[in-house]
């Protein structure tokens, strides 16, 4: 048994701090899950109205991760391996989404597809359609949830050393290849992470969305709509469902995303 | 051959800077340094990992100066060995035959010949996680080496290495080098692995290289009191000089041969030093009284400083001798070593 040592105070505010911190999280949100009825859960889950918008709900933030992934991961890497002027600037101007109010994000954007404004003339021309539709969903959510794929997988990136990408440029690789057989294969976990991240984000937005488009609804929206309009009790089955699929989701990314036992 | 010709390289808080080198094809060259000398970022300007300000750097008559890493026929083994962590050890040692196609019947020979050289063949399926520090060392060393590369640069391959698993490495690398073409240019701040391994080395000392030549005239005609310094000579003083005598302060030495002109110091090695209870005379030889300053246990020997006439002199002794003569502080020996033994620069 282990020989038992005077407990410093610190000790104990800090054990305080996390039940206070953990029962704050968990109990408002077990609260709702608990509180509608089998019946009610399994109505609104057969509405095709909520299944529809679940379904919305991933699927652009799906997307929102997606193009993250493909303009965030080269964006990630010269931010992890290269020195510039103006690093700090642009390492600022990505966090600029995080801070930024959400319905000021919707506005903004807003302000662009516009017609009165000349990349609003343009992307009418070539026909595409911000206010009101899934591409506007896409763009809010891509703006909101770039910055937490850029963060993670520029730490990633980060955590390899530099001198692996050295010795494949020796070895005859060229800077693309190195970063298919060494960079990529070494940090595809943080880039899950990272996809995690960005969608998690994603999913979760309202204020933004909801001045871009507020049809075709995406959960967030949808559970806006249905307590403003008819209160609590029915808004409550949607927002269970959204959390649980959601979960569902980030647990599978997660577990993928888990190192496997003697790799790095 | 390697040829640097005013290698300039400019950071912040450090600047290399006069490089020029030229080594031999074939050659074991050393580079040694203390820590912070810029002896890596040279290997790393050579290999094209780090970009530099001016100078120009061939390979084999071939400019590379402005060529990317790919491109350069040179190979790097880094002292923390850098193996991919996600491959095998015969993944890892194969990674850079698919660039280096010219003749895919002698890599894949080549391959087979320095896996049996290294005693790799047991482990080529093996996670390079479950590796020893030597069995990762030859891996990397069999991974520079498998593209057949005109120059293999070795950062301080061994330092990274328990001492007992240091000899057997050092001892491959010579052979390593006997049986293959590249030349190897290595970098250590170790001099006796320098003195075992390499044909020529040059000493770098903050960013400058203070002297280039064969291990043994470096060795033991070091051109500056840093060199001195760095090769073990402790006993590195200033003196003015006139025909075969020198002037350390107010203690006189004979000296084998006249100095010649601008030489301005006088060296001599602790282990040329002879310590003694009533002193050796002869022809050749300098002799003085001495009062032991201090004595410092080295492990195998002792090393103590004694003063005459106000110079101290710091002598290697060993243990044996040390009990025999019965050495403590504060009192007085005699002092002895042969002008042969005096290095003039």
């Given at each position: 048994m282990a020989i038992k040592r005077k407990i410093d105070p610190f000790f104990w505010i800090a054990v305080f701090s996390t039940v206070t911190v953990i029962v704050f999280i968990i109990f408002p949100l077990t609260e709702m899950v608990l509180q509608p009825s089998v019946q009610d859960l399994k109505d609104a889950i057969c509405d095709p109205d909520v299944l529809g918008s679940i379904g919305l709900s991933i699927y652009t933030s799906g997307m929102a991760a997606l193009i993250s992934f493909l303009i965030g991961t080269p964006f990630a890497y010269l931010l992890a391996r290269k020195d510039f002027f103006g690093k700090k600037l642009v390492e600022s101007i990505i966090e600029l989404p995080i801070m930024?109010?959400?319905?000021v994000v919707g506005i903004a954007i807003l302000g662009l597809a516009g017609k009165n404004h000349w990349l609003g003339q343009l992307m009418q021309q070539v026909g595409i359609q911000i206010m009101g539709t899934v591409t506007g969903i896409v763009t809010v959510l891509t703006f909101v949830g770039l910055p937490f794929y850029v963060n993670t997988v520029k730490a990633g990136f980060e955590a390899i050393p530099v001198r692996l990408e050295n010795i494949s440029r020796s070895l005859g690789a060229s800077l693309s290849e190195t970063f298919v057989r060494v960079t990529f294969r070494l940090a595809w976990r943080s880039m899950l992470v990272g996809i995690i991240m960005c969608s998690a984000r994603a999913i979760s937005e309202f204020g933004a969305v909801v001045i871009v488009a507020y049809h075709p609804m995406i959960a967030p929206v949808m559970?806006?709509?249905?307590?403003?309009a008819y209160g609590i009790k029915y808004s409550q089955p949607v927002a269970v469902w959204l959390i649980v699929v959601s979960l569902l989701l980030f647990l599978l990314l997660r577990i993928c995303s888990l190192p496997k036992e003697n790799q790095t | 051959m390697i040829e640097i010709k005013d290698l300039f390289i400019k950071f912040p808080g450090f600047t290399l800077q006069d490089i020029n080198l030229s080594i031999q094809d074939g050659e074991f060259f050393m580079l040694l340094g203390p820590t912070g000398a810029g002896k890596t970022l040279i290997l790393e300007a050579i290999a094209g990992i780090v970009p530099i300000t001016r100078g120009r750097i061939f390979v084999k008559g071939k400019e590379i100066t402005r060529l990317p890493p790919e491109q350069r026929d040179t190979s790097i083994v880094y002292q923390d060995y850098a193996l991919f962590p996600h491959l095998s050890v015969l993944k890892n040692i194969t990674y850079g035959l698919r660039y280096h196609k010219n003749n895919p019947k002698a890599s894949k020979k080549r391959v087979t010949q320095l896996m049996e050289q290294l005693g790799l063949q047991p482990l080529a399926q093996r996670s390079i996680h479950n590796l020893s520090g030597g069995e990762k060392q030859r891996t990397a060393l069999a991974r520079a080496l498998a593209v057949n590369p005109s120059v293999l640069l070795l950062d301080e391959p061994l330092s990274a290495l328990d001492p007992n698993f240091r000899e057997d490495v050092r001892e491959l690398l010579k052979k390593l080098h006997q049986e293959v073409e590249t030349t190897f240019l290595m970098v250590t701040h170790d001099f006796a692995e320098a003195m075992f391994l390499g044909e020529r080395m040059a000493v770098l000392n903050t960013g400058k290289i203070d002297q280039v030549?064969?291990?043994?005239?470096?060795?033991?005609?070091?051109?500056?009191?840093?060199v001195a310094k760095f090769m073990g000579i402790k006993n590195v003083f200033h003196a003015s000089f006139r025909n075969t005598k020198a002037r350390v302060n107010n203690?006189?030495?004979?000296l084998q041969s006249p100095s010649g002109e601008n030489k301005h110091y006088v060296a001599i090695r602790p282990e040329d030093i002879i310590i003694s209870r009533n002193g050796t005379f002869g022809n050749d030889m300098n002799a003085f009284q001495a009062?032991?300053?201090?004595?410092?246990?080295?492990?195998p020997y002792y090393e103590v400083s004694a003063e005459a006439v106000n110079v101290i002199f710091r002598v290697m002794l060993s243990k044996n001798e040390f009990i025999k003569l019965e050495i403590q502080k504060g009192k007085h020996i005699h002092l002895s070593f042969r002008s042969s033994t005096i290095h003039v620069f």
């Open positions: 930024i109010p959400h319905p559970i806006y709509e249905r307590f403003t | 030549g064969p291990v043994h005239d470096v060795f033991h005609k070091p051109a500056t009191p840093f203690l006189e030495l004979h009062k032991v300053m201090s004595i410092s246990d080295q492990g």
